[in-house]
């Protein structure tokens, strides 16, 4: 099968809505299709990796833990708007430490986050074969 | 009157048009996504100075469930479910700006 890259864009806050979580869901089903996967985190979207999410008072699963699993899946190109960021009053110490193993590289751990400005999330999106929104 | 807001400010004009038309005597509870107006770099001047008032609150559970309990700003008023209906009793009538 051919492989096209996918970039996911995801916009929204997590719990909130199920944005959050049907992104994820669907970024694992193209994973296991073993395409080329790309997230990215712009306006909203930005709280779903930030560190430290307790679901404990709403009753919801805690799914941010999954983001964690995605390097296993090969998903390791997971680009975050630092203009969204910094509007927020967040930076990149406030978001979940994820990281994949580099099997390119003796299977070394790297940071799977890549903190981007707009411009360069635009250039990054143009050369996607699909965007999907979420 | 208790006002209630449940959509972020940078998605939703809920919290402005709550704002726009609230008296010097109602509060508001930011609840789900509207906790994300509490947090200190992301609420307007207009939202602070009715938190200066003390009368701008925000329910815990969804404030933790987004990873932003170290970012509340100081004068933002965190309260439980039971919380939540202690303010519903104290303040009668509640409008929810969805």
Known sequence: ?134 | MLHTVNKSSFERNSLQSCLNTIDDTSVILLIEDGVISAAKNANSPMLADIAAQGRVYALQGDVDARGISSKVADNIKLVDYAGFVDLVVEHGTAVSWV
């Open chain 1, 1 to 134: 099968m051919a492989t096209k890259k996918f970039m996911y864009l995801n916009r929204k806050a997590s719990y909130g809505t199920a944005y959050a979580i049907e992104s994820l869901e669907v970024v694992l089903i193209a994973a296991a299709f073993e395409q080329d996967v790309s997230l990215a985190f712009i306006d909203d979207g930005v709280y779903q990796i930030v560190e430290g999410q307790n679901t404990d008072g709403i009753g919801m699963k805690n799914f941010s833990k999954t983001y964690h699993a995605l390097g296993d899946y090969d998903i390791n190109k997971l680009y975050v708007s630092a203009e969204s960021l910094e509007e927020r009053g967040l930076t990149a110490d406030d978001l979940m430490p994820l990281v994949y193993e580099d099997e390119d590289d003796d299977w070394e751990e790297k940071p799977s986050v890549k903190i981007v400005s707009n411009a360069e999330l635009s250039k990054i999106m143009s050369d996607q074969d699909v965007c999907l929104s979420f």
